[in-house]
Structure formats: structure tokens, C-alpha cells
T-cell receptor, first 115, second 113 residues
Framework: AQTVTQSQPEMSVQEAETVTLSCTYD???????LFWYKQPPSRQMILVIR??????QNATENRFSVNFQKAAKSFSLKISDSQLGDAAMYFC????????????FGKGTHLIIQP | NAGVTQTPKFQVLKTGQSMTLQCAQD?????MYWYRQDPGMGLRLIYY???????DKGEVPNGYNVSRLNKREFSLRLESAAPSQTSVYFC????????????FGPGTRLLVL
């Protein structure tokens, strides 16, 4: 079974600064996908960014980028120019398609943006 | 464009009562999922349906049943609710060709007293 670990229960950053959220995972699969989801107070799960394991290039979406280290099984999220609207819970998630056909989530990191 | 919808938004049950959580998607997706989210935890998979007419257990299926009524709708039933089932329940769907990218509904908050 896969596991996803987010070691930072809470992070705080000043508005306009850069913050990095950590995620590590454990799997024996070679082909898989990794995701970061944002969950604001509304509880809606919003897909932030998606990475395919066979692609060496790190995914980027505007101010959001990842550092994917396949050998180290590490998948961190960098948020540049942090904005007040970025305040939320962030969940790292894993999908391989083998076995149960769903996402495996970490416990989340609560991101606070200081004005 | 509604995406994934869930009803109800919030429900209070007494121990032993039954209820059905409804989920519908309008994206013509083949796969649908039910997750639960407990405080301080990520989402955990309860059941999923890879296509109309099929359902499979996820990580935490005990105490739940599901029905894939048609391609659009996937319901989750609690036959005899227990306080341990107090949680937020999320439905999600994905396209058959990109199963890994799942789109979530707004969630149903369930409180079992």
C-alpha cells in the first residue's frame, strides 16, 4: 500500500513571500501521478497541480510549482508571491491505479498567510 | 456547469438511523468515488465505481453500501449510523481515460449523535 507523509502540520508565510510545502511518499510502483489539492474554509477540494512520474520536468501552474525528486520519493510545492487567497489546507495525493482505484492523501498542511 | 453535486450539505442523525448521501456529476465521467475526511486527516477512499454497474471497496468500506444508479449518480448509504461515522463525505468523479484526475463535490457534513 502507498503512504503519503506531510511533515509540516502548519506553515506561515508573509504576503508576497515564497513558501515551500513538503511531501514524501512510499510506493513500489514505477508509474504513478502526484497531486497537490487546496482546501479553503469552504471545504471544496481544488486541484492545484499535477505531476506524472514518468516526466522528469517539474510541473508549474502560474505561481505554483513543484520539485519532484523521484529517487528520493519527494514532491514539494512552492508557492511564489503568496497571496491572502492562498490561505488554506494543502493536501498532497498519490495515484497509481493499481489495486483500489482512488487517491491516497497525506494529512495536510495548514498554510497561514500573514498580511 | 454544475460539475459534481452532493446532497444534503449537512445532516444530523441519531445512532442507529439510516440515510443515503446523493452524488451526481454532469461531466459524462465513467468513474465515481466516495471519500471521508476526519479531523486532522486527509481523505480516505470508502468505495468507488469504475463504470456503471460496478462497485468496489476502498480503504474504509465497513458500515457503508453504495449504488451506482446510472452513469451520472452514485449514492452512499449508511444502514445504521454510528458516532464513528461523523465525518465530511466527498464524492468525486473522473474520466475513464484520465482516472487519476478527480473532480470533487462540495462535501456533506454528517454528525451522528
Amino acid at each position: 500500500a502507498q503512504t503519503v507523509t506531510q511533515s509540516q502540520p502548519e506553515m506561515s508565510v508573509q504576503e508576497a513571500e515564497t513558501v515551500t510545502l513538503s511531501c514524501t511518499y512510499d510506493t513500489s510502483e514505477s508509474d504513478y501521478y502526484l497531486f497537490w489539492y487546496k482546501q479553503p474554509p469552504s471545504r471544496q477540494m481544488i486541484l492545484v497541480i499535477r505531476q506524472e512520474a514518468y516526466k522528469q520536468q517539474n510541473a508549474t501552474e502560474n505561481r505554483f510549482s513543484v520539485n519532484f525528486q523521484k529517487a528520493a520519493k519527494s514532491f514539494s510545492l512552492k508557492i511564489s508571491d503568496s497571496q491572502l487567497g492562498d490561505a488554506a489546507m494543502y493536501f498532497c495525493a498519490f495515484y497509481s491505479g493499481g489495486g483500489a482505484d482512488g487517491l491516497t492523501f497525506g494529512k495536510g498542511t495548514h498554510l497561514i498567510i500573514q498580511p | 456547469n454544475a460539475g459534481v453535486t452532493q446532497t444534503p450539505k449537512f445532516q444530523v442523525l441519531k445512532t442507529g438511523q439510516s440515510m443515503t448521501l446523493q452524488c451526481a456529476q454532469d461531466m459524462n465521467h465513467n468513474s465515481m468515488y466516495w471519500y471521508r475526511q476526519d479531523p486532522g486527516m486527509g481523505l480516505r477512499l470508502i468505495y468507488y465505481s469504475a463504470s456503471e454497474g460496478t462497485t468496489d471497496k476502498g480503504e474504509v468500506p465497513n458500515g457503508y453500501n453504495v449504488s451506482r444508479l446510472n452513469k451520472r449518480e452514485f449514492s452512499l448509504r449508511l444502514e445504521s449510523a454510528a458516532p464513528s461515522q461523523t465525518s465530511v463525505y466527498f464524492c468525486a468523479s473522473s474520466d475513464g481515460r484520465q482516472k487519476e484526475t478527480q473532480y470533487f463535490g462540495p462535501g456533506t457534513r454528517l454528525l451522528v449523535l
